[in-house]
């Protein structure tokens, strides 16, 4: 069974910095890109970026570029998300999710969130 | 970027229902689209990939149709477990990029 497991939820102050990860289980973890969704609490989908794990290629939203870095680290089956300097705007859920497909792509499967809560 | 605008953005039906999503993209994006259910607390599901292809294990109800810019998704008599938010999402070309949602709630 191919398998995303997230780290746990994080509370965190405005400026502090942060790394979640998400690592791959039951398939080859260099074959598909993974991708970092944000979900602020009630609102809808937004997409990251993503990395390839078999060179650590990446590929960002104009939205989150130079915001987050997303990492990879292929000796682990890990992908990481992380912030240099949080602020409260960055409260959300992050899921990552495996891109799946040949010529045209989709998301499956999904990690199960880690919800980061940025207050002071 | 491309941008994903579906209708309605809620929508009240009740069990047995015929329901019809509908997603519309701002430029064409052939069929580079998917679909995907998500529950309060849960992370989204997929359903439905490149447009009309039913993702295995989800039930025969639900189906795709459409290419370019035009796009549903529709449940053919609505169960309970199918009271969700329903997303739309393109893979035609990075930024990739979901529509707002569709929030589905029982009559």
């Known amino acids: 069974e191919v398998l995303l497991v997230q780290s746990g939820a994080e509370v965190k102050k405005p400026g502090e910095s942060l790394r979640i990860s998400c690592k791959g289980s039951?398939?080859?973890?260099?074959?598909?890109?993974i991708s970092w969704v944000r979900q602020v609490p009630g609102k809808g989908l937004e997409w990251m970026g993503r990395?390839?794990?078999?060179?650590?290629?990446?590929n960002y939203s104009p939205s989150f570029q130079g915001h987050v870095t997303i990492s990879a680290d292929k000796s682990i089956s890990t992908a990481y998300l992380q912030w240099s300097s949080l602020k409260a705007s960055d409260t959300a859920m992050y899921y990552c999710?495996?891109?799946?497909?040949?010529?045209?792509?989709?998301?499956?499967?999904w990690g199960q969130g880690t919800l980061v809560t940025v207050s002071s | 970027d491309i941008q994903m605008t579906q209708s309605p953005s809620s929508l009240s039906a009740s069990l047995g229902d015929r329901v019809t999503i509908t997603c519309r993209a701002g430029?064409?994006?052939?069929?580079?689209l998917n679909w995907y259910q998500q529950k309060p607390g849960k992370a989204p599901k997929l359903l439905i990939y490149?447009?009309?292809n039913l993702q295995s294990g989800v039930p025969s109800r639900f189906s795709g149709s459409g290419s370019g810019t035009d796009f549903t998704l529709t449940i053919s008599s609505l169960q309970p477990e199918d009271f969700a938010t329903y997303y739309c999402?393109?893979?035609?070309?990075?930024?990739?990029?979901f529509g707002q949602g569709t929030k589905l709630e029982i009559k």
């Open positions: 039951g398939y080859s973890f260099t074959n598909y890109w």
């Open positions: 490149a447009a009309s």
């Open positions: 430029q064409s994006i052939s069929s580079y």
């Open positions: 999402q393109q893979s035609y070309s990075t930024p990739y990029t």
């Open positions: 990395v390839d794990p078999t060179d650590s290629y990446t």
């Open positions: 999710a495996t891109e799946i497909g040949s010529s045209t792509n989709w998301f499956d499967p």
